[in-house]
């Protein structure tokens, strides 16, 4: 696997080995912020014929991502300006990627569910969609405990929006990490 920068949050290279990624694959990282820590790793994995999706709904991020792409001659990356809030408003096809990734996004909103439904659209079927969110614990970094999304709520709502528990991980010292498919 190519050289993954670590953060102090969690081991970004551990996480994408979990997902399985490979050359070809089309891949989103639906919420991915300025930095790409999670595009740019994931385009050297896809490799040229593969696909990263960098979904956004902030377009100075956007920016940032396609200027970085440029310099780095990652040709594979493609950013997409989305509201995940609403049902089919990215602009990517149904059923088109292999995996998508929601890195501490569900917390940021009122509209967890259909923030899901949206990457499960998305994905194809066997797909495979990780979610890596801030622990409901007494921890010295992150959202209000208020604004945290509880893992076993998440895996209570799982199966009935059309996905199974795959893996259940520890993503670094303050989040954890479910790794789902989409039946």
């Known amino acids: 696997m190519p050289e993954i920068r670590k953060t102090s949050l969690f081991n970004i290279a551990t996480i994408l080995e979990k997902m399985n990624i490979?050359?070809?694959q089309h891949v989103a990282e639906l919420g991915c912020g300025n930095?790409?820590?999670f595009v740019f790793p994931l385009a050297r994995l896809v490799g040229k014929q593969g696909k990263v999706y960098a979904v956004d709904i902030l377009k100075p991020t956007l920016e940032e991502i396609t200027r970085e792409s440029k310099k780095e001659n990652?040709?594979?990356v493609y950013t997409v300006w989305s509201n995940l809030e609403i049902f089919k408003a990215t602009k990517i096809e149904n059923s088109s990627l292999d995996n998508?990734?929601?890195i501490n996004i569900l917390h940021q909103s009122e509209?967890?569910?259909e923030i899901l439904r949206e990457a499960i659209r998305l994905l194809k079927r066997g797909g495979k969609l990780l979610i890596v969110e801030w622990k409901s614990t007494d921890i010295p970094l992150g959202p209000k405990p208020e604004r945290r999304v509880n893992v076993d709520s998440l895996k209570t709502a799982i199966p009935k929006i059309g996905l199974t528990i795959k893996e259940e991980f520890e993503?670094?010292?303050y989040h954890y990490g479910l790794i789902l498919t989409k039946l």
């Open 35 to 37: 930095f790409g820590f």
């Open 22 to 24: 490979g050359e070809k």
């Open 74 to 76: 990652l040709t594979q």
């Open 171 to 173: 993503a670094g010292p």
């Open 111 to 113: 509209k967890k569910i």
């Open 100 to 102: 998508a990734l929601l």
